[in-house]
C-alpha cells in the first residue's frame, strides 16, 4: 500500500461517534504528521466527497461513506436474501448466475454459483466488469438516472470485445431505452463470443434499482434453446428477491 493512502485511510479512522469532526491541526497532532502534509490529503478526500467542509472550517464524513456503508447493507444482505433464487436458477439451467451492484460506472459481482460451467471462466466475486457490454451490466445501467447514464456515454471508452459489442453511444442509448421498457437485458456474445447472459435488475424499497441477477453461459442454451423460459425465470427471481429486501411490488 502506497504511504499517501495509508495516510488517508488513517485519516477516516479517526472519524468516529466520539468525534465526529476534525480539524487540520487536530489531525496533524493526533497523527504525528505536518499540517502540509494533513491539508493535501484531506483536501483529496474532500474532493472525491469521503470528508466535507463544515461551517466551523473543520472536516466531517462525506456522502461516499454513507453511500459505501449502504452498498456493504445492501450487498450483505443480498446475500442471504438471494441465495434460494440463485440456487434455483442455477440448478435448473446448470449456467452460471450471478448478482452484481453498480458501483464506479463498474457492475460489480457481490454473488455468484458456477454451476455446470466450469469450463467457462468468470470474474470472481468482488470483481468488476464493464457494464456497456454484460447483460448484468446493462440491467444496471439502464436504471441509473438519465444525467448518470449520459455522463457514462461521455466518458466511458467503449471498447469492443466481440463482433457484437455495442461501441456506438447513441446506439447503447437506445439499447438502454428498451431495457427499460421490457425488463430485461440480454448478452448477445457482446463480451465473449459463445456466451450469453439473460439479466434482470432488482428493486429496493424505493424503487430504486439496488442489484442486478442474471444466468451466464452457453449463447446456445441461453439465448436460443431456453430464451423465453429463462427471461422469465430470472425476472421472477428478482421480483422474489425485491419483495425479500422489503419491496411492496
Given at each position: ?32 504528521l505536518s499540517k502540509s502534509t494533513v491539508h493535501g490529503l484531506v483536501k483529496t478526500l474532500e474532493e472525491y466527497h469521503y470528508v466535507e467542509i463544515t461551517e466551523s472550517g473543520k472536516y466531517r ?70 457494464a456497456y457490454c454484460t447483460g448484468v451490466g446493462k440491467a444496471l445501467l439502464a436504471w441509473q438516472s438519465q444525467t448518470q447514464i449520459e455522463e457514462y456515454l461521455q466518458f466511458e471508452n467503449l ?91
Amino acid at each position: 500500500m502506497s504511504r499517501s493512502l495509508s495516510r488517508a485511510l488513517t485519516i477516516l479512522d479517526l472519524f468516529n461517534s466520539h468525534k465526529e469532526i476534525w480539524g487540520i491541526t487536530e489531525i496533524s497532532q493526533e497523527l504525528g504528521l505536518s499540517k502540509s502534509t494533513v491539508h493535501g490529503l484531506v483536501k483529496t478526500l474532500e474532493e472525491y466527497h469521503y470528508v466535507e467542509i463544515t461551517e466551523s472550517g473543520k472536516y466531517r464524513l462525506g456522502f461516499r461513506v454513507f453511500e459505501l456503508g449502504m452498498t456493504y447493507q445492501t450487498s450483505a444482505r443480498l446475500g442471504t436474501v438471494a441465495e434460494p433464487q440463485v440456487k434455483m436458477l442455477a440448478g435448473k439451467y446448470k449456467q452460471s448466475v450471478h448478482i452484481a451492484i453498480y458501483a464506479g460506472h463498474m457492475a460489480v459481482f457481490v454473488i455468484g454459483n458456477k454451476a455446470g460451467t466450469s469450463n467457462i471462466i468468470f470474474p470472481r466475486t468482488g470483481a468488476g466488469i464493464a457494464a456497456y457490454c454484460t447483460g448484468v451490466g446493462k440491467a444496471l445501467l439502464a436504471w441509473q438516472s438519465q444525467t448518470q447514464i449520459e455522463e457514462y456515454l461521455q466518458f466511458e471508452n467503449l471498447v469492443s470485445y466481440t463482433p457484437n459489442t455495442i461501441t456506438d453511444p447513441g446506439q447503447l442509448r437506445e439499447e438502454l431505452r428498451k431495457i427499460r421498457e421490457c425488463g430485461y437485458a440480454l448478452d448477445r456474445e457482446e463480451t465473449v463470443q459463445g456466451i450469453g447472459c439473460v439479466a434482470a435488475p432488482i428493486f429496493g424499497s424505493a424503487d430504486q434499482v439496488i442489484a442486478a441477477i442474471s444466468v451466464s453461459g452457453s449463447a446456445a442454451v441461453i439465448l436460443k434453446q431456453r430464451l423465453n423460459e429463462c427471461i422469465e425465470d430470472v425476472r421472477q427471481a428478482a421480483r422474489i428477491i425485491a419483495v425479500s429486501m422489503g419491496n411492496k411490488i
